[in-house]
């Protein structure tokens, strides 16, 4: 029974698999159109994206061209194809420049952006451009139900960049850069003044300050005490019960020691 149950699927399988590959070579854009609805309806993305192929080429200014398109877009997303999606999205505002979709579509295409920002180690290339999407979608429909959605959004991706340029700071501190740490850590907290790292970078900036300091050329080295001073004057009037003040209080008194 078990054998004559598989053998059935099988055959079933078989069969419509066959129906379908007639209806992909056929030239009844009807029955594309309706097996290709029923596909999408089943999650069956792939097949329905040949369909719909099919049927926005042949006719591309009708109602089920319009709809084919869309629903490619569409089903790229459920793939997780998110390139091929936003390129989708992308062409149909272009194609369809006065659908009802456009406040959608863009959003669509701002989501693309979003599923395509890798994590915060990697290059945040494509982070910027998601930030810069959906800000764009904002922009041009701050009424929008999704407008706090997206702040929301906005605000986890800045973060993402945020902790990367933290981390940056971090690796130079950690292999000495002296120079890069400072140079980092001044960069990061123009950029992010109410962080919760900001404490940790400034300490990084001064500490680093100091060793650069020592370690430069006699002629630099006046200028560059002078800057590191003022660094932990700075740091000391911000975080006056930091945990880090003995240690740079130290570092401080050190070069006013060789000065």
């Known amino acids: 029974m078990k054998n004559i149950l598989l053998f059935s699927v099988f055959v079933v399988l078989l069969s419509a698999c066959s129906d379908y590959a007639k209806i992909v070579k056929s030239s009844d854009y009807s029955q594309k159109f309706v097996t290709a609805n029923t596909l999408y309806d089943q999650k069956e993305f792939d097949k329905a994206i040949v369909l719909y192929e099919q049927i926005y080429q042949h ?3 009708s109602g089920e061209g319009e709809l084919s398109y869309y629903r490619m877009a569409q089903a790229y997303f459920q793939i997780e194809d998110y390139y091929m999606a936003q390129y989708y999205y992308s062409s149909y505002m272009q194609r369809f420049p006065y659908s009802d979709k456009s406040e959608e579509i863009l959003f669509m295409i701002a989501m693309c952006s979003v599923k ?3 994590e915060h180690t990697l290059d945040q290339t494509e982070t910027e451009l998601a930030i810069s999407n959906v800000q764009q979608f904002v922009d041009r429909y ?3 139900y999704l407008v706090d ?3 929301l959004i906005i605000d986890q991706l800045r973060f993402k960049l945020e902790r990367k340029e933290f981390e940056t700071v971090q690796l130079y501190d950690r ?3 002296f120079k890069a740490a400072v140079a980092a850590g001044e960069l990061f907290m123009e950029h992010y003044s ?4 900001l404490e940790e ?3 990084m900036v001064v500490k680093n300050s100091y060793f650069m300091t020592i370690n430069s050329i006699e ?3 006046s200028e560059r005490s002078a800057q590191t001073t003022e660094r932990f004057r700075n740091f000391a009037l911000r975080y006056a019960s930091s945990k880090y003040i003995k240690e740079l209080e130290n570092y401080v008194a050190l070069l006013d020691k060789k000065q």
């Open 175 to 177: 292999t000495e850069n």
């Open 201 to 203: 970078v400034h300490y």
């Open 149 to 151: 959605s997206c702040n």
């Open 116 to 118: 395509n920002s890798p």
């Open 194 to 197: 109410r962080s919760a790292f």
């Open 142 to 144: 701050p009424g929008s």
């Open 219 to 221: 002629s630099k080295k």
């Open 59 to 61: 006719a591309p200014k």
